[in-house]
């Protein structure tokens, strides 16, 4: 009788460790079952590259090149802004700072992971937008630059936490060797223990990327959300994730829009699938 | 010029200025949000149905659905979580297998929020005809909140001394006595810690429940899991993006709630961290 129950209970393991690889087939399986139905009537390269985004209209526009575009400019702009302070604010917490603050930091930055982005997509509406919108006297603070600064700011932790355990974990004698021969503590962590840990960095960078392209909710409170091709980072754009969420609500089941938003929803799978995978070799060729 | 010293103070001044302007932003979020959103709280704004389209009222219904929500997704998440935590400390070996495990489960926590929405609407809303209800929303929750649940309980499990393992075994116990008895029970903090964080994670996300779940303007309590409902992060995008000229005060209080909910959750997850830390006699 025993026998029996640890052999069902065994089995009832393997199968919830299976279960990972199990959902992240079947999320794709849906998003292709819905997404793919879309090429029946246009083609991928109208869908990927056509210039106008008009959904509602008849016959319908289903290019997302303006989204695409939207979508990279703000990425881009966070990417700037973050990756350097990210990684300074990590080799600062990992090197620099006194034991006592490494652990407020560290909660601070625990702190912000934990905001939900809608608060934070509230936050920017009230402070960020329209300090923009003041500095650069423009009609609206509803632009890129808004949301680059925003999703910046929800890249860092991850960044920060990633890079911070790249630092930690470059040998110890690394250091001692660079401190014996007379190296300065910056030195050391410039000419030695950032390229020791550049792999680690790079997954972090790539993983706060990441974070950032996949972001809905704050990125579609401050950008504006006018689908059209950006010619400069103050103007109002809006991303794949935005658009998604904002239209899918009003799509027809079954229409052309809904597969149409479930094909973005295939093209940000892909995306994020490469960045994750690649991150994960950064991280493996590190521990090899 | 090339002072070695002078050098570094200038690059630690930098690297200061850049924690400085990740750590002082945060504080004043919160503070901002605290100092606006405490006077708006009140018994009546968390026990009051919503009025006037949303401008007057309460909040009661959004926190009923968030509190419904995020139950259901633990209680489908949780199970399958541990065993699969279970399996990966406990049971895999260094293969291919376990290592497309770990792949799928980064690549899961990877996925953007709002893909899991078009998921949950594609299979447990339009496939499976649950409707918008609370079943998909916490279904879809709780398969977000999965990689962060087994994540921090395969740390749990692990961190048990393997010579705690060797002693149940040689005394006579099966492999799944000697985790029932031995392993589980001293991994419990950690499990709990990763559970309370998938919590706060599953309460705060807006996306996934935008079209598998969330009621824009529903002034009454579900009845059941197949009914819709309001959830708080839900409508304080409403509130602040698609409802005009709504009072500051409601907003701020919603804003306040729903973060007070989400940075309990984890400040409880901290303090059991750490006190366990303490306490820990390996």
Redesign the interface.
């Known amino acids: 009788m025993?026998k029996i129950k640890?052999f069902v209970?065994?089995k009832?393991?393997?199968?919830?460790?299976?279960?990972?690889?199990f959902?992240?087939i079947?999320?794709f399986l849906?998003?292709l079952?819905?997404g793919l139905a879309l090429f029946k009537i246009t083609s991928p390269f109208d869908f990927l590259f056509g210039k106008s985004w008009y959904p509602i209209s008849e016959p319908p526009q289903l290019g997302i090149l303006p989204l695409i575009l939207g979508s990279l400019l703000v990425t881009v702009g966070a990417a700037v802004i973050s990756v350097?302070?990210?990684?300074?604010?990590a080799?600062?917490?990992a090197e620099?700072?006194p034991l006592k603050i490494r652990e407020v930091?560290k909660?601070?930055?625990?702190?912000?992971a934990?905001?939900?982005?809608?608060?934070?997509?509230?936050?920017g509406?009230v402070?960020l937008v329209p300090l923009v919108k003041n500095v650069f006297h423009l009609p609206t603070g509803l632009t890129a630059l808004s949301g680059s600064i925003m999703l910046a700011?929800m890249a860092?932790p991850t960044i920060?936490s990633i890079a911070e355990d790249a630092l930690y974990s470059v040998p110890k004698t690394y250091k001692e060797g660079a401190f014996a021969l007379g190296a300065?503590?910056?030195?050391t962590?410039?000419r030695v223990m950032l390229p020791a840990a550049s792999s680690g960095i790079l997954a972090a960078v790539m993983?706060g990327i990441?974070r950032v392209?996949?972001?809905?909710?704050a990125v579609m409170?401050i950008t504006g959300n006018a689908a059209v091709i950006p010619h400069s980072i103050l103007v109002p754009v809006r991303t794949l994730?935005a658009t998604?969420?904002a239209e899918?609500?009003e799509a027809v089941?079954g229409s052309e829009h809904y597969f149409a938003?479930?094909a973005i929803?295939i093209v940000?799978?892909v995306i994020?699938?490469a960045?994750?995978?690649t991150?994960?070799l950064c991280l493996h060729k590190k521990q090899s | 010029m090339r002072n070695p010293r002078r050098t570094e103070k200038i690059a630690f001044f930098f690297l200061l200025l850049a924690t400085l302007l990740i750590v002082v932003p945060v504080g004043l979020i919160v503070v901002i949000i605290i100092q606006k959103g405490l006077p708006a709280i009140n018994w009546q704004f968390l026990s009051d149905m919503p009025r006037q389209g949303m401008r007057a009222g309460g909040i009661f219904p959004a926190i009923v659905g968030t509190i419904y929500l995020v139950a259901g997704a633990i209680i489908f998440a949780l199970p399958i979580g541990l065993l699969a935590a279970i399996y990966l400390s406990e049971y895999s070996r260094e293969n291919m297998l376990t290592r497309l495990i770990k792949l799928a489960i980064v690549n899961l926590a990877g996925v953007p929020s709002v893909v899991y929405g078009l998921f949950g609407l594609a299979l447990f809303v339009v496939f499976f005809k649950f409707g918008a209800s609370i079943l998909s929303g916490s279904l879809t929750l709780g398969i977000m909140i999965l990689p962060i649940i087994i994540t921090a309980s395969r740390e749990a499990l692990e961190s048990v001394p393997s010579s705690f393992r060797e002693v149940s075994l040689s005394l006579g116990a099966s492999k799944w006595q000697t985790i029932r008895h031995i392993v589980l029970p001293n991994a419990i903090p950690g499990i709990l810690t990763g559970t309370i964080l998938g919590l706060g994670r599953a309460a705060g996300e807006t996306a996934p429940i935008l079209f598998t779940v969330a009621a824009f303007y529903l002034p009454q309590l579900p009845h059941s899991i197949f009914d819709q409902a309001m959830a708080l992060p839900y409508h304080l995008y409403v509130i602040s993006t698609q409802v005009p000229n709504v009072d500051e005060k409601i907003r701020y209080g919603t804003a306040f709630v729903l973060l007070a909910l989400v940075l309990v959750m984890n400040l409880i997850a901290i303090v059991i961290r750490t006190r366990f830390r303490k306490k820990k006699k390996w």
């Open positions: 025993r640890e209970i065994e009832l393991i393997l199968l919830s460790g299976l279960a990972s690889i959902f992240v079947l999320i849906f998003l079952k819905e350097p302070i990210g990684v300074g604010c080799v600062y917490i620099v700072a930091l909660a601070g930055i625990e702190l912000l934990a905001i939900p982005s809608v608060v934070l997509g509230f936050i509406m402070t700011f860092m920060v300065t503590h910056w030195q962590i410039w993983l990441g392209i996949g972001e809905t909710m409170m994730t998604i969420a899918m609500g089941v938003l479930f929803g940000l799978f994020s699938f960045i994750n995978v991150a994960d």
